[in-house]
């Protein structure tokens, strides 16, 4: 059974540091890409970036790009998000999703999501 | 930016009613869309990739059409359990990849 379990998030400062976690189970970890995705109180949906299987292809946002950074540990089976320089408007619940086999920018799990506040 | 666009915000339906939802990009992106369903409080759940291409597990109820621009998600028969939120993504354009604002399909 695929598992996707983040962790990490809480509540920080604007312009502070936060690392999100996410440990992955159930698949073969290193054949897959990987994303983030936020959504904020009562909004929609919002990609936040994406690595690919051997981290040779990596995307972001528009909105974190320059002060988040995405990476992954294929020994670990798990998959980080760096967000720096936060902001009141990075306050979300973010998920870890995985990208389907071969059409990796499609997301077929789903882990629960890890809340972020920021605010001071 | 590849900007998604979906129509309507909100659609009041009966079980057993046809629902059809509709997502425009803001330029061509061939089939590489996806619909997505999110109930509240539950990570969101893919239902359609490729366009029209149905996810494993996902009831045949669901169908998804079009290309370049237009592109539909149609529930032939509602069910009790399909009241949620619905939301396209657009694949073309990685590293830059949306979503539409949702649809929540309510109950008449």
């Known amino acids: 059974e695929v598992q996707l379990v983040e962790s990490g998030g809480g509540l920080v400062q604007p312009g502070r540091s936060l690392r999100l976690s996410c440990a992955a189970s159930?698949?073969?970890?290193?054949?897959?890409?990987m994303h983030w995705v936020r959504q904020a109180p009562g909004k929609g949906l919002e990609w936040v970036s994406g690595?690919?299987?051997?981290?040779?292809?990596?995307g972001y946002a528009d909105s974190v790009k320059g002060r988040f950074t995405i990476s992954r540990d294929n020994a670990k089976n798990s998959l980080y998000l760096q967000m720096n320089s936060l902001r009141a408007e990075d306050t979300a619940l973010y998920y870890c999703?995985?990208?389907?086999?071969?059409?990796?920018?499609?997301?077929?799990?789903w882990g629960q999501g890890t809340l972020v506040t920021v605010s001071s | 930016d590849i900007q998604m666009t979906q129509s309507p915000s909100s659609v009041s339906a009966s079980v057993g009613d046809r629902v059809t939802i509709t997502c425009r990009a803001s330029?061509?992106?061939?089939?590489?869309l996806a619909w997505y369903q999110q109930k509240p409080g539950k990570a969101p759940k893919l239902l359609i990739y490729?366009?029209?291409s149905l996810q494993s597990g996902v009831p045949s109820r669901f169908s998804g059409s079009g290309s370049g621009t237009d592109f539909t998600l149609t529930i032939s028969s509602l069910q009790p359990e399909d009241f949620a939120t619905y939301y396209c993504?657009?694949?073309?354009?990685?590293?830059?990849?949306?979503f539409g604002g949702g649809t929540k399909v309510e109950i008449k």
């Open positions: 999703a995985k990208g389907l086999r071969f059409l990796g920018y499609y997301f077929d799990y």
């Open positions: 159930g698949f073969t970890f290193d054949d897959y890409a």
């Open positions: 690595i690919s299987w051997n981290s040779g292809s990596i």
């Open positions: 330029q061509g992106i061939s089939s590489w």
């Open positions: 490729a366009a029209s």
């Open positions: 993504q657009q694949a073309n354009s990685f590293p830059l990849l949306t």
